[in-house]
């Protein structure tokens, strides 16, 4: 019994990293790759999408405190103002709607050549109220975007 245990945990050990390398070496991380994941990749992948934004701001704005300490910094205003823009686009979000957004924009088979990092963008849009005509015009612009070679 415990031999069976644990040949089985060895078993979806070794499938799941076959499927992690074939996902890091896939070309394009677009909604094809996006539904070939398994549930807990999609929700991992939406955790470190959501720090790297955050780390994104902090690298944004790191190096221009540093150089300008003790001083109004016009610089520093606008990466802030910016961030803080586009971040209440994720404020309210939780992972488990994003995923559920995600999984509902490409069970459209024309939406399947959008990148995954520009489908959040169009999820989180569409979340947070951004009017329908507006989030379908961004849509059917990363669709055409995802079709170029």
């Not at 979806?12 to 807990?40: E, H, T, V, Y």
């Not at 990749?41 to 902090?58: A, H, N, P, R």
Request: include cysteine.
């Amino acid at each position: 019994m415990t031999k069976t245990f644990l040949r089985l945990c060895a078993l979806l050990f070794l499938s799941a990293s076959f499927q992690m390398i074939a996902f890091a070496q896939s070309p394009r991380k677009d909604g094809n790759a996006w539904l070939d994941m398994p549930d807990g990749w999609k929700t991992m992948t939406i955790v470190g999408m959501f720090e790297g934004i955050k780390l994104g701001g902090d690298f944004s704005m790191w190096k221009i405190m540093r150089q300008g300490q003790g001083k109004p910094n016009p610089t520093l205003k606008a990466v802030m103002d910016s961030f803080d823009e586009y971040n209440a686009y994720f404020d309210h979000v939780t992972v488990g709607q994003m995923v559920a957004g995600l999984d509902d924009l490409y069970s459209d088979y024309r939406n399947r050549s959008i990148l995954i990092r520009y489908a959040v963008w169009i999820v989180a849009n569409s979340i947070s109220g951004t009017p329908k005509e507006k989030v379908e015009s961004m849509t059917q612009t990363f669709r055409k975007a995802g079709a170029k070679p």
